[in-house]
Each structure stands twice: as C-alpha cells, then as structure tokens.
C-alpha cells in the first residue's frame, strides 16, 4: 500500500524519478540514488517498497531481506566509488516512510558522524545560495548505473 503525499511512495508509484533509475529491487527493498538536486555522487536510498514508518512494523520477510540488502549495496558502492567508509543510517522525522541513507565518504570529507552531518547540511545550505555546486542528474545517473552493474555480478 502506498500513501498519497508520502515523497517515498510518490517515487515507488513513479510520480518522481530518481536519476538512473532503479539500481536494485527484490520482493521487499528498492534501492536507487538520491533525487534531484543531487548533494553527493553515490548517495543511494534503499527504501521499503511498501509504506510503513516503523521498523518495529516489518514483517519478518523484509526484516530478513534487508540485511543482504545493505551488504550488497555497500559492496557494490565501494568497489564503485572507493570511498573511506559508508555510513548507513535512518532518520524517519521528514519522509515518514521506512529508508535507509547509504553515504559514501570521500576521503577528504570530515570523521565522525555528527561531523560528517554537518559536512552534507553545509554542503547543502552552500549548494542552494550558489557557493557550492549540486551533482548533475547525468553524473548521478552514471554512478547508479555502475553499482547496478557491480551488485548484478555479486
């Protein structure tokens, strides 16, 4: 079931395009790159496909796909991007619609996960006054392509 005015259900029912389109999909899970305006190259969502808000409310089928999820999509990005690390978090407060943040952090960006936060919000904030330059769809695009490519071979 999906929710009107849900920005995650809006993109599971194809109202908005993520740039490159659907990197992976299983019975459960869908992963695709951030949407447009694109702050960093690599940063993936991996969202459930189905609406809910709370992960105490998953089935006990998408709580068991969701680990080889993750692991997949971190291996894919990393062979991809080569970052330092990725971080992989969730915060439910704007889209109240369960996902997950796949970051990947370049190795000159900033340790530490309130500093790496501060980093993207930053970035984000320099990006909409025009100091700072958002990633193209195309670029994005690209990116996603190459982790289709690594986690259909894994």
């Known amino acids: 079931m999906l929710v009107s005015g849900c920005l995650a259900c809006n993109v599971l029912a ?13 019975d459960y899970w869908i992963v695709e790159h951030s949407l447009v305006p694109v702050l960093l190259s690599g940063y ?17 089928q998408e709580a068991i796909a969701l680990g080889p999820i993750i692991r997949k999509t971190c291996l894919a990005l990393s062979r991809v991007m080569k970052p330092a690390k990725i971080h992989v978090c969730s915060w439910g407060e ?18 530490g ?6 980093y993207l919000r930053f970035k984000k904030l320099a990006n909409q006054l025009s100091f700072g330059k958002w990633i193209s769809a195309e670029a994005a695009a690209a990116v996603a392509a190459k982790v289709r490519h690594e986690i259909e071979h894994l």
């Open 94 to 111: 704007q889209v109240q619609h369960i996902h997950f943040h796949v970051i990947p952090r370049a190795w000159d960006m900033p340790v």
């Open 44 to 60: 993936l969502i991996i969202k459930l496909k189905r609406h809910c808000e709370n992960l105490a409310d998953l089935t006990p």
């Open 14 to 26: 194809g109202k908005v395009k993520a740039p490159g389109g659907t990197i992976y999909e299983d």
């Open 113 to 118: 996960n309130l500093q790496l936060l501060i």
